[in-house]
Nanobody, 121 residues
Framework: VQLQASGGGLVQAGDSLRLSCKASGRTFSTYVMAWFRQAPGKEREFVARINRGASDPYYEDSVKGRFTISRENDKNTVYLQMNNLKPEDTAVYYC???????????????WGQGTLVTVSS
């Protein structure tokens, strides 16, 4: 599956952004979808994941209560709604598709190209 992420940009602390990731093909609903991010000088880290049926979302602790992952299988799209953004959320955000409901990168076989989110203080 090919993934195309979009929606990044430059915002101020406290603002909101919604990232989108559109998948190609007819098998989107069979994938677990996730968002990861990589801040400057740091390793890529897990942010959130959602199961095939758009339920059971799971989040990294630092984004709980601020970020919401969702998906629309009929549109082949997964979203990441990010509210109350903080400077430490600055990163390139990647969407990823996999088959296992896990948080480790190795469980995801297809990756989008990344979209940059910059949060100024």
């Amino acid at each position: 599956v090919q993934l195309q992420a979009s929606g990044g940009g430059l915002v101020q602390a406290g603002d909101s952004l919604r990232l989108s990731c559109k998948a190609s093909g007819r098998t989107f609903s069979t994938y677990v979808m996730a968002w990861f991010r990589q801040a400057p000088g740091k390793e890529r880290e897990f942010v959130a994941r959602i199961n095939r049926g758009a339920s059971d979302p799971y989040y990294e602790d630092s984004v709980k209560g601020r970020f919401t992952i969702s998906r629309e299988n009929d549109k082949n799209t997964v979203y990441l709604q990010m509210n109350n953004l903080k400077p430490e959320d600055t990163a390139v955000y990647y969407c990823a598709a996999g088959y296992r409901l896990q948080v480790g990168e190795a469980n995801y076989h297809s990756w989008g190209q990344g979209t940059l989110v910059t949060v100024s203080s």
